[in-house]
């Protein structure tokens, strides 16, 4: 396609040979000559000496005067796509359309088209990207050039591709094959097979897609200084092609070549977006999630003309894969957002137009007073199924509008009462911890006192032979009411962590009751990160459980462990070896009601979850905490 204006342009070069020795210089000659020189050498590959060529000519006096300068316009254009700066060059192409109608080369209003089309494509604008793709048809089809149409009729099975619609796309990428079939353009025949071969690959056609596939390779082979671009834009077939064969070793082996040329070539360009987007379809098949996932985020932070649902949904299932629930959830959500039937609907209708307008359009060429016929009706019929299709959507929306309000109404009712229920159990666990320090105040200052001046009494005033045995049995009353008093009141968190607490309460109960209990801190005291009102929780879990076990478990055996899986992960157990937690639960039901509910109340406030798992040996208590939830 490229190689005309050469032809076009080559008297304008040998006239301003001439006139560079001559001295003088007409400036529509000298843009033409730089236009010329840029040209060439973006056919050879030479992207930073073409830039130096458009520099100079837009540095050029009074060139906006110009009848170069939209020529020139949109051949920087074409030269941003080339190197990945989409979005200078959609803004560059746009200034572009209003010069057209000066211009009567119609291989420059394709080009403008169709460059057009494929930016608003990478936008996701489908309904501006088939309008110009229409119009860039109607140019080609004018013009009568074989590599154009077969061009366009590429980008269109990429559309229809990246929507889903395969038989379509499978449509089209043939109609491109018949095209190119008629040309000698490499550049359009490797387009053309890479295309199909991705496309036959999706349909499991696989002995087509192969042999797509090695067409394309052996044209990117002799690419002339764009083997890299070339290379790599085939490796999304190929990669295709080999997960439905189940050849994990090519896989891998074109996966390591992807990443080697992925280096080579502008990271914004076509053919690295491709790449990029096969290698996170063929990792999350694969069950590699992370690396799919890294994928992923740069194709949805940049705009590389990724189909949003479809993306935020491998997002979605990439997440569940990797037991992150509510990253998921967030994910699929926005995924259902992007989900809007009418805009759907409408744009099938245009497809459909797309898809007539072209067939008609080549009939034109044989049957024109038919195809005027053809055309009137199809336009009635067009209009009254978009005039159904707005009434049906509008109805559609209004229904799924109501939906999703109800659904947003349910899910806040359901938050609302479970933060009710939470801070239900708080403001319990509050209440206790205000009456344990009520009463531990009262025991240790009132009781406790008392029961020192009555020992003191009795051991001055008491009958020779028994005193020393009073003496012992209220000493023995007070010291127990003091442990009790200790017990009540909270420990003092801000000077010890709760490895320090736990560890001197299993050592205070080994005293008291003569079970051996021991206790395994965490490493390198790595709960001193809890949060002192987590660690508060988790003490008074310890507390009502090893107590439980004192009572009801005859146990002569309790281990107390606390983990630290990572700096927000914690994982506590209480083992003993008494008697089946379940027959426990049933010998003391009346007994232990207040001290389990208080336990699955704090559990509650510190958004922990819990298990116990029984056997003939021991029992097993497992706490695992999350702290940033």
């Given at each position: 396609?490229?190689?005309?204006?050469?032809?076009?342009?080559?008297?304008?070069?040998?006239?301003?040979?001439?006139?560079?020795?001559?001295?003088?210089?007409?400036?529509?000659?000298?843009?033409?000559?730089?236009?010329?020189?840029?040209?060439?050498?973006?056919?050879?590959?030479?992207?930073?000496?073409?830039?130096?060529?458009?520099?100079?000519?837009?540095?050029?006096?009074?060139?906006?005067?110009?009848?170069?300068?939209?020529?020139?316009?949109?051949?920087?254009?074409?030269?941003?796509?080339?190197?990945?700066?989409?979005?200078?060059?959609?803004?560059?192409?746009?200034?572009?359309?209003?010069?057209?109608?000066?211009?009567?080369?119609?291989?420059?209003?394709?080009?403008?088209?169709?460059?057009?089309?494929?930016?608003?494509?990478?936008?996701?604008?489908?309904?501006?990207?088939?309008?110009?793709?229409?119009?860039?048809?109607?140019?080609?089809?004018?013009?009568?050039?074989?590599?154009?149409?077969?061009?366009?009729?590429?980008?269109?099975?990429?559309?229809?591709?990246?929507?889903?619609?395969?038989?379509?796309?499978?449509?089209?990428?043939?109609?491109?094959?018949?095209?190119?079939?008629?040309?000698?353009?490499?550049?359009?025949?490797?387009?053309?097979?890479?295309?199909?071969?991705?496309?036959?690959?999706?349909?499991?056609?696989?002995?087509?897609?192969?042999?797509?596939?090695?067409?394309?390779?052996?044209?990117?082979?002799?690419?002339?200084?764009?083997?890299?671009?070339?290379?790599?834009?085939?490796?999304?077939?190929?990669?295709?092609?080999?997960?439905?064969?189940?050849?994990?070793?090519?896989?891998?082996?074109?996966?390591?070549?992807?990443?080697?040329?992925?280096?080579?070539?502008?990271?914004?360009?076509?053919?690295?977006?491709?790449?990029?987007?096969?290698?996170?379809?063929?990792?999350?098949?694969?069950?590699?999630?992370?690396?799919?996932?890294?994928?992923?985020?740069?194709?949805?932070?940049?705009?590389?003309?990724?189909?949003?649902?479809?993306?935020?949904?491998?997002?979605?299932?990439?997440?569940?894969?990797?037991?992150?629930?509510?990253?998921?959830?967030?994910?699929?959500?926005?995924?259902?957002?992007?989900?809007?039937?009418?805009?759907?609907?409408?744009?099938?209708?245009?497809?459909?137009?797309?898809?007539?307008?072209y067939h008609t359009q080549e009939k034109e060429?044989?049957?024109?007073?038919?195809?005027?016929?053809?055309?009137?009706?199809?336009?009635?019929?067009?209009?009254?199924?978009?005039?159904?299709?707005?009434?049906?959507?509008?109805?559609?929306?209004?229904?799924?509008?109501?939906?999703?309000?109800?659904?947003?109404?349910?899910?806040?009712?359901?938050?609302?009462?479970?933060?009710?229920?939470?801070?239900?159990?708080?403001?319990?666990?509050?209440?206790?911890?205000?009456?344990?320090?009520?009463?531990?105040?009262?025991?240790?200052?009132?009781?406790?006192?008392?029961?020192?001046?009555?020992?003191?009494?009795?051991?001055?005033?008491?009958?020779?032979?028994?005193?020393?045995?009073?003496?012992?049995?209220?000493?023995?009353?007070?010291?127990?009411?003091?442990?009790?008093?200790?017990?009540?009141?909270?420990?003092?968190?801000?000077?010890?962590?709760?490895?320090?607490?736990?560890?001197?309460?299993?050592?205070?109960?080994?005293?008291?009751?003569?079970?051996?209990?021991?206790?395994?801190?965490?490493?390198?005291?790595?709960?001193?990160?809890?949060?002192?009102?987590?660690?508060?929780?988790?003490?008074?879990?310890?507390?009502?459980?090893?107590?439980?076990?004192?009572?009801?478990?005859?146990?002569?055996?309790?281990?107390?462990?606390?983990?630290?899986?990572n700096e927000n992960k914690y994982t506590l157990?209480?083992?003993?070896?008494?008697?089946?937690?379940?027959?426990?639960?049933?010998?003391?039901?009346?007994?232990?009601?207040?001290?389990?509910?208080?336990?699955?109340?704090?559990?509650?406030?510190?958004?922990?979850?819990?298990?116990?798992?029984?056997?003939?040996?021991?029992?097993?208590?497992?706490?695992?905490?999350?702290?940033?939830?």
């Open positions: 396609m490229r190689v005309r204006h050469t032809k076009l342009l080559s008297l304008l070069f040998s006239l301003t040979t001439i006139l560079l020795h001559a001295g003088e210089i007409p400036t529509d000659t000298l843009l033409a000559h730089f236009y010329n020189r840029a040209a060439n050498l973006m056919e050879e590959g030479h992207y930073d000496e073409a830039q130096r060529s458009f520099d100079s000519a837009f540095a050029t006096r009074n060139v906006k005067h110009s009848f170069m300068y939209p020529i020139l316009l949109n051949e920087q254009a074409t030269l941003l796509i080339y190197v990945g700066k989409t979005e200078e060059a959609f803004a560059m192409k746009k200034n572009v359309l209003p010069y057209l109608p000066q211009i009567n080369d119609l291989e420059k209003h394709i080009s403008v088209y169709n460059d057009l089309g494929l930016l608003y494509r990478q936008h996701q604008m489908n309904d501006s990207t088939l309008y110009y793709y229409n119009k860039a048809l109607d140019s080609a089809l004018q013009y009568g050039d074989e590599s154009w149409i077969a061009h366009i009729c590429n980008n269109v099975s990429i559309l229809y591709f990246n929507i889903r619609q395969l038989d379509e796309a499978e449509k089209y990428t043939d109609m491109a094959a018949e095209h190119a079939a008629r040309t000698e353009d490499p550049f359009v025949a490797f387009t053309t097979w890479q295309i199909r071969a991705t496309i036959k690959a999706e349909l499991n056609k696989l002995d087509d897609a192969e042999k797509s596939n090695r067409k394309a390779w052996n044209i990117a082979c002799h690419g002339e200084g764009n083997e890299d671009l070339w290379k790599i834009r085939c490796l999304p077939g190929m990669l295709r092609l080999f997960e439905r064969k189940e050849q994990p070793d090519s896989i891998d082996h074109y996966l390591k070549l992807g990443n080697k040329l992925l280096q080579r070539v502008p990271s914004n360009s076509i053919a690295a977006i491709g790449f990029i987007q096969s290698r996170a379809a063929t990792e999350t098949n694969r069950k590699n999630y992370a690396r799919a996932l890294k994928d992923f985020h740069w194709l949805h932070n940049r705009k590389t003309g990724t189909e949003p649902k479809t993306l935020l949904t491998q997002m979605a299932r990439c997440y569940d894969a990797l037991g992150n629930p509510k990253l998921a959830y967030t994910y699929m959500d926005s995924a259902r957002m992007w989900t809007d039937t009418l805009a759907q609907h409408n744009l099938t209708q245009q497809m459909a137009e797309f898809n007539v307008k060429l044989e049957i024109a007073h038919l195809q005027q016929e053809q055309l009137e009706h199809q336009a009635f019929l067009l209009k009254a199924s978009i005039a159904v299709a707005l009434l049906s959507g509008l109805a559609l929306i209004t229904l799924l509008t109501l939906r999703h309000k109800k659904r947003m109404a349910e899910k806040k009712i359901e938050l609302l009462k479970q933060e009710n229920e939470l801070n239900s159990a708080r403001r319990y666990i509050e209440g206790l911890e205000e009456e344990c320090k009520y009463f531990a105040k009262e025991l240790h200052d009132g009781i406790a006192n008392d029961l020192l001046g009555l020992q003191m009494k009795i051991e001055t005033s008491a009958s020779k032979g028994n005193e020393q045995e009073l003496a012992s049995l209220v000493s023995k009353l007070r010291n127990n009411v003091r442990n009790i008093s200790h017990e009540l009141m909270p420990p003092e968190f801000e000077h010890l962590s709760l490895d320090q607490i736990l560890d001197r309460y299993a050592a205070k109960l080994t005293e008291n009751t003569g079970i051996e209990v021991s206790y395994h801190p965490t490493e390198n005291n790595a709960s001193r990160h809890l949060p002192n009102e987590t660690a508060y929780e988790l003490y008074r879990i310890v507390q009502e459980l090893t107590m439980n076990i004192v009572k009801h478990a005859s146990a002569s055996h309790i281990v107390i462990s606390l983990r630290a899986d157990q209480i083992t003993d070896n008494g008697k089946n937690a379940n027959k426990q639960q049933t010998a003391t039901n009346n007994n232990d009601g207040i001290g389990l509910r208080t336990v699955n109340d704090r559990i509650r406030a510190i958004n922990a979850t819990a298990n116990v798992c029984s056997s003939t040996e021991n029992n097993v208590f497992t706490l695992l905490l999350n702290i940033n939830e």
